[in-house]
Every structure is written in C-alpha cells, then in structure tokens.
C-alpha cells in the first residue's frame, strides 16, 4: 500500500509542476501516474548506471552534476511517453528541481 501511495503522491507532484511550468506538458492525471512511474523505474535503472559513469565529472562539480542526471532522466521520460512533453534541458531541470521540493512537501502533509 506504500507503494502506491508514494506514486500517487509522486503523480500529484507531477501534475502540479507541469502545471505550474510552461515548458512541461502532461495531457492527464492518469498519464502524471505514468510519468511517475516511468521516472521513478529510471531512477532505478538509468540513474546509477550514469552516476557510476560520471564518478569523476560528478566528483569535480562537488556534486552538482547530478542535477544534470536527473535533468537528463526527465528528458529521457519524455522521450518514452507521448503523454509527457519537455521542451528543452532547462525546463528538464527546472522540472526535477522543483517536483522533489513538492514531493518532500507533499510526503511530510500526507505522512
């Protein structure tokens, strides 16, 4: 039950912040589920294999250039999902930055 609690809000989040920013479309809430979803299998999946890769870009930047991974599994979502759209790397950014501040806020209302 966790489980999908944590991508229901996840979704919330998501549908929020493409709501909020012009660069990021999501045609539904049903499809913020699926972009949820997909986003959070890259997470899992993608993520560490390009973290690994970068160690020493990542290293160099302090850290930084994870911002530029998650920015880059966003697009990547994009790409996979005809419900999802990203118009540029910045928006991409923007959109990881601010749907893990809303998720945050939105875990600790819910939990």
């Known amino acids: 039950m966790s ?4 991508l229901l809000i996840s979704a919330l989040a998501v549908y929020l912040t493409a709501w909020l920013l012009p660069g990021i479309s999501v045609k539904s809430y049903w499809a913020a589920i699926g972009v949820a979803f997909v986003i959070g299998l890259l997470n899992v999946l993608v993520k560490p294999l390009l973290t690994l ?3 020493p870009v990542t290293v160099l930047t302090l850290g930084l ?3 530029v991974i998650d920015a ?3 697009m990547l979502a994009g790409k996979l999902l005809d ?3 990203v118009n540029g ?3 991409a950014l923007l959109f990881s ?3 893990s501040v809303v998720t945050n806020l939105l875990y ?3 939990y």
Do not use: G, H
């Open 3 to 6: 489980l999908l609690a944590n």
């Open 53 to 55: 890769l970068t160690i």
């Open 65 to 67: 250039f994870l911002f």
């Open 72 to 74: 880059l599994v966003v």
């Open 83 to 85: 419900s999802f759209q």
């Open 89 to 91: 790397f910045w928006w």
């Open 97 to 99: 930055i601010i749907v």
């Open 108 to 110: 600790k209302l819910f």
